[in-house]
């Protein structure tokens, strides 16, 4: 099946400093979506995006479909944006294209 | 997501006993899944429903099955629990995009039940 690899596997960060996450996938999806696990366990989800950017306050996305690579920023970061940060597709075709793939995620801590 | 709901929230069992954990939604979804996380690991599809009258097996489905008893509801069902089921598992839920125009199959997670079988 589809492989979806995220990095850095951590990543600590002072409060006020940008960042950005990447997520590689090892085939064509139709179907990307980026979440965010607070410390309590409560996944959110940030944005659907199977190609193209998005923005929304502090972070946008951005996925290069072609390249088989999706991008998270995160801009002056708040300590309230720790926790983890999941990738997750569906595969354009094949068994698993009504599955959603999840990465591994990036774990981010933002120190005051 | 407060229009997912799941019970119980935290539940701790013995080796072999029978587990039962509900998902109820009001979002009108009609799609719906259970998902498992594992400490390290992203979350991985146990199964899914795109419909009362279809149900499917994702990735991991052995030891576990489900029942779709109405659009908004979706249990999950250990049948002989074991040790190595402890986990977090989440109830998602998504509309192919019909009602929230945010992209197909967009989803939505309840807040998890944490389960431990000792």
């Known amino acids: 099946g589809i492989q979806v690899e995220q990095s850095p596997p951590d990543l600590i960060l002072q409060e006020g400093a940008n960042s950005t996450l990447r997520c590689n996938f090892s085939d064509s999806v139709n179907n990307l979506q980026w979440f965010h696990q607070n410390p309590w366990g409560q996944l959110i989800n940030l944005f659907y995006i199977p190609s193209g950017t998005k923005q929304n306050g502090r972070l946008s996305a951005t996925t290069v479909a072609t390249e088989r690579y999706s991008l998270l920023y995160i801009s002056s970061s708040q300590t309230t944006d720790s926790g983890v940060y999941f990738c997750?597709?569906?595969?354009?075709?094949?068994?698993?294209?009504?599955?959603?793939?999840f990465g591994k995620g990036t774990k981010l801590s933002v120190i005051p | 997501d407060a229009d997912v709901t799941q019970t119980p929230r935290n539940r701790i069992t013995k080796t072999g006993k029978r587990i039962m954990l509900e998902c109820s939604q009001t979002?009108?979804?009609?799609?719906m899944y259970w998902y498992r996380q594992d400490p390290g690991l992203g979350l991985r599809l146990i199964y899914y429903?795109?419909?009362?009258?279809?149900?499917n097996k994702g990735e991991i489905s052995d030891g576990y099955s489900v029942s779709r008893q109405a659009q908004a509801k979706f249990s999950l069902s250990l049948e002989s629990a074991i040790p190595n089921q402890t986990a977090l598992y989440f109830c998602?839920?998504?509309?192919?995009?019909?009602?929230?125009?945010?992209?197909?199959?967009?989803?939505?997670f309840g807040p998890g039940t944490r389960l431990t079988v000792l």
């Open positions: 997750a597709v569906f595969p354009s075709s094949g068994a698993g294209s009504y599955q959603l793939t």
């Open positions: 429903s795109f419909d009362v009258k279809d149900i």
């Open positions: 998602a839920t998504s509309d192919f995009g019909r009602t929230s125009g945010r992209g197909r199959d967009t989803q939505y």
């Open positions: 979002k009108g979804h009609d799609r």
